[in-house]
């Protein structure tokens, strides 16, 4: 009686509910931090959008990435931002009015991001279909009769080093969502690409030091915010304008 | 256990028995906090009393009290839902989930004995300390919702006072991850199994300070006494949570009740062997014996239990013992003096670990350890090994097919054969519902 609806339901993919669920809401909250008037709405439906983002990071099995996400934009940053807020605005500064030509320079601007990024984004195969997991089992599958055929052509019983190292990933991918992952990122860092063995040039020297140029390029900016900010007050102090 | 569940349903239905096992873990996850509040509240007046030499609560439900919390329970379900004038009505209104929100989540990664853990993520460890401090924000959005001053002071003091000592907890957090070489709790947990003399406590002397700094960082970082100067009553009234009554200020402390055995069951699990006891009595469990398994989960789970509560009575007894510290001295203690010693006892640690100096622990050498660790990847391990069976038994099937005459011993391991196949499409069906 009631079959048709559990049936419905058995044919649902979990991972693919998720990922829409998680999906819709980090779409949602960003639009309506757009939206939004009240400058502390704001700071609040940024923080619920990235911590949605961070949801969809944990759900393609990045937990290193998502968890990093949760700690460095939502734990940290924004907490910096709402204090920012809570400090400087006041009654007068609370909601903001959007100028008009704000607008259109942030339609022309996020407009053009959007074209380049939805581009990109149907132009990835996979991503057009929902059936991961079904599509990962197929390439388990197919790098499974590729090793027996392998096998029964050089009548051999074991597997050689090399077909063993193709096959783990792939079972662990399916098992775990790629567990290694962490030590994949930090390898990556310092120049070893576990994921591409291929990729073994001697040039490649990794992520590390533009990692650390960008680092040490944000603390200079910092460095310099700080100090315009500070020179600025200074300046009617000097002058003898009052002593606020 | 989704595993388990499923094979109840028939083929095309085990995501049922994976929803199940979902609701299970859910529920129970859920009660940890629900019941673990009932528990402290009623224990927190109780400690109160007897170290303040009243009697506590003894009135309410016959012998010691114990209907106190439920009592209490109900005056909050009665009382009036009320908000300020001038309070921003959404985020007044949402800043209590968003606490309790983030201290439930921060439990899914938490290991309660040996495999029982909600979700394991091998880098769990890292996400309960990401997750811990997202419950700050909460705090600042009911402090600037409220619309009035003493809740904003209130936030902002307490803002201040997680986001310094996050970063003397995230160094004590680091020591029993380089010993251990992961982040998952699990692996830690495992890994002082045997004596009581192998949890990480007795590691090194660096180690049997660095808890006592974690755990006042751990205190700070929930917000209890003495640090507890973001609800000071006699500055602030009670701080970000003056203009919350009711079941919305009783979702606060849930969520500070939750928090606290979160905090102590990570201290449990990094310095004190989580579920192990301190005699490793179910070392001799043979393996695949459902029962014996189970029992010594269930003793695991007791460990960890009692651990994280003897955790918890002593942030109650620190409460009520110390005075309040003013907010100068809160900055100072974190920044002059727990930083330092955790800096400290961490590069100790860190040559104690590299020149491999023995200390009381020497009864699990790093060879067990380092193979302990690898239990991440010992079922890919085990399935590697069925799959190289199987296909050499096909190799050979199809050699022989094709040397023609198939013989009874390709005939015996075509029936294995398809029996792994069953096994293993089950197991990817049971991925797919995920």
Request: glycine share 8%; hydrophobic share 55%.
């Amino acid at each position: 009686m009631m079959n048709l609806p559990l049936l419905l339901a058995a044919e649902i993919n979990w991972h693919t509910v998720f990922f829409y669920l998680v999906a819709f809401a980090a779409c949602g909250f960003a639009l309506a931090m757009v939206v939004s008037n009240n400058v502390v709405r704001m700071a609040f439906f940024l923080v619920i959008s990235l911590a949605a983002t961070s949801g969809l990071i944990f759900l393609t099995g990045a937990h290193f990435v998502g968890a990093m996400q949760l700690m460095i934009y939502v734990g940290g940053t924004v907490v910096l931002l709402i204090f920012g807020v809570m400090l400087t605005a006041q009654q007068a500064f609370i909601s903001m009015k959007t100028k008009a030509g704000d607008w259109i320079l942030a339609l022309i601007v996020g407009g053009s991001l959007l074209a380049l990024l939805t581009q990109i984004a149907f132009s990835v195969p996979s991503w057009r279909t929902s059936d991961y997991q079904a599509r990962l089992r197929a390439e388990v599958t197919a790098a499974e009769e590729e090793i027996i055929a392998a096998m029964a052509a050089d009548n051999r019983t074991e597997m050689t080093p090399a077909e063993e190292a193709k096959l783990r990933p792939l079972l662990a991918k399916v098992k775990y969502g790629q567990p290694e992952l962490t030590s994949q990122v930090g390898l990556g860092l310092v120049g070893v690409r576990a994921d591409k063995p291929e990729l073994d040039s001697p040039g490649y020297v990794g992520y590390l030091l533009p990692f650390e140029i960008v680092s040490v390029h944000l603390l200079v900016v910092l460095v310099g915010a700080a100090y315009l900010a500070r020179s600025k007050r200074s300046v009617p102090s000097a002058a003898g304008e009052g002593g606020n | 256990m989704a595993d388990y569940f499923s094979t109840w349903f028939p083929e095309g239905w085990d995501w049922l028995g994976w929803l199940i096992a979902a609701l299970i873990q859910a529920v129970l996850l859920l009660h940890v906090i629900a019941v673990g509040a009932v528990f402290f509240i009623w224990l927190e007046r109780k400690v109160a009393g007897r170290i303040q030499d009243r009697l506590g609560p003894t009135r309410t439900g016959g012998k010691f009290g114990w209907l106190q919390t439920l009592a209490d329970g109900i005056k909050l379900l009665s009382k009036e839902d009320l908000m300020p004038k001038d309070a921003d009505p959404l985020l007044f209104k949402l800043a209590p989930y968003i606490s309790l929100t983030s201290s439930f989540a921060a439990f899914m990664a938490l290991p309660f004995a040996s495999d029982w853990v909600g979700v394991r993520l091998n880098i769990g460890l890292f996400f309960i300390v990401a997750v811990l401090g997202l419950e700050v924000f909460g705090v600042i959005l009911a402090g600037y919702g409220s619309g009035s001053k003493w809740s904003l002071f209130g936030g902002m003091r307490q803002a201040a006072q997680v986001v310094s000592y996050e970063v003397p907890l995230g160094i004590c957090v680091v020591v029993p991850v380089m010993i251990a070489g992961t982040m998952d709790l699990v692996t830690i947990g495992d890994q002082q199994s045997g004596l009581f003399s192998n949890w990480l406590f007795f590691h090194d002397p660096f180690c049997m300070i660095l808890f006592w700094v974690y755990f006042t960082c751990g205190i700070a970082s929930v917000n209890r006494a003495p640090f507890d100067l973001a609800e000071a009553e006699s500055e602030l009234v009670a701080g970000f949570l003056t203009e919350y009554s009711g079941i919305r200020w009783s979702l606060f402390f849930m969520a500070e009740y939750g928090s606290m055995f979160l905090v102590s069951g990570l201290a449990a699990i990094l310095f004190f062997g989580g579920w192990n006891g301190p005699i490793p009595i179910f070392f001799w469990v043979p393996e695949d014996n459902f029962t014996l398994e189970t029992l010594a989960n269930l003793v695991g789970l007791a460990n960890f239990i009692l651990k994280a509560v003897i955790g918890v009575l002593v942030m109650m007894w620190v409460r009520w013992t110390l005075p309040r510290l003013r907010i100068d001295q809160v900055i100072t203690m974190c920044l002059k003096y727990c930083v330092p010693i955790a800096a400290f006892c961490f590069l100790g640690s860190l040559m104690w670990t590299a020149l491999h100096i023995p200390f009381l622990n020497d009864l699990a050498p790093m060879q067990a350890r380092a193979d302990i660790r690898e239990g991440w990847v010992q079922d890919i391990d085990d399935e590697m090994q069925r799959l190289e069976k199987r296909f050499a038994l096909q190799a050979y099937e199809l050699n022989s097919a094709v040397e023609g005459g198939p013989q009874q011993e390709a005939q015996t391991s075509l029936e294995n054969d398809s029996a792994d196949r069953v096994a293993l499409s089950s197991t990817h069906e049971t991925e797919e519902s995920r």
